[in-house]
């Protein structure tokens, strides 16, 4: 028997190995700690990973994808569909240009935006598309692809960029924040839009502490190598050259042509990353298991609903393990989130939909666009899923979330 009164569960710790300390040790005794040679092996590494004709990496999700709506000239006037479930930070880098975010309702199921619900929302000043891949699980990537490229889109899109020019409809970026290692039919998430945006933050499935990267997959009218270039350049404040090729001898004169910003990743941080991308498939599946062992003792639970981590073409990077209470209100899952704490067991909400916040309340957003997306706060519950989960930890967790929400849906006198 198990003492389960010591248990402390964390939330998402992160899964730092001797390996990984030993990279970075290295890096650090190279002589060269910022971004170099390490970066651009990591940058290599993920490439090969995902099957992509080029990956870059930035300081995070957030600066690399608000990069991507500036490159393609997003501005005042412009819209941009993201779904109301989401981080802070998808709504954060439109406003940042200048730009409208235009919130979807999530799919009750799935909880991510689709097709249909996009369409009602798309209008010819929508310049740009990102779906999150909630939790990990892909959004129907095909379906709002085919859907951006079709003719009534490209008939009634109105460019206001070279870039859009080129394009002649919406840019399809995605926030795959969570979904580093989901696949479509067999192929990792990463090359199904145009630009796919991964968060390396230290909660994420692959962490480089800090760290984001963006795979591009850009129509073939696009110069892949100038438009790559602009982006590596644009996160070096614009400068010709990056700081290690202008300490190589006679090449020390750099140009700025425009005003960039700094937000590129170090060989520290890829070291990090390195590190955890040669482990990723064992981790991968030891998530899926966890995940397994979660369905397994939850599905024929009447209260709760279950995430889908599975169909026919897509499966999750089981990055969360989100479920749902149903019928809860979000002070029941507050006072559940509380009582699990007492027991040692962190847990979480995936998200406060951006019209609660202040910022969207203050914008005229109103919660009651989006019932799916707030039945969903109210009853969802994030439960851990990391690799300093044993089986018994899991068991664990399942018990006490059982018995406390017994309590909490019993009427005491
Ligand atoms: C859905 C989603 N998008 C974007 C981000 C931002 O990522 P980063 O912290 O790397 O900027 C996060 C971070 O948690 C996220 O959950």
Redesign the pocket.
Known sequence: MFDSSKRQIGFAPPSIDNECIAAVERVLRSGWITSGPELKAFENDLETYLKSPRVLCFS????ACELALRWFGVGPGDDVLIPAM??A??ANIVLHCGARPVMVDIDPIERVVTLEKLQAAWTPQTKAVMP?D?GGWPVDYKAIGNWLNSAPIRERFQATSAVQETFGRPLFIS?A??SFGAHIENMPVGTQADITGF???A??NLTTA???ALSFSLPSSLDLEQTTAWFRSMSLHGQSKSALEKTQSGTWQYDVVEAGYKCNMTDIQAAIGRSQLRNYPDHLNRRKEIAAQYTKALETVPWCTLPVLKDATRESAYHLFSIRINRFQSAQRDALMARLKEDGIATNV??IPLPLLSLHRNRGEHMRHYPESEACFNEQLSLPIHLHLDDEDVTWIVERLCYHVGELMTPHA
């Open positions: 995070s999700w957030t600066t989401t981080y930070a998808t999150v909630l926030d924040a969570h968060s390396f933050h909660v994420k800090e760290g984001g995936h998200f």
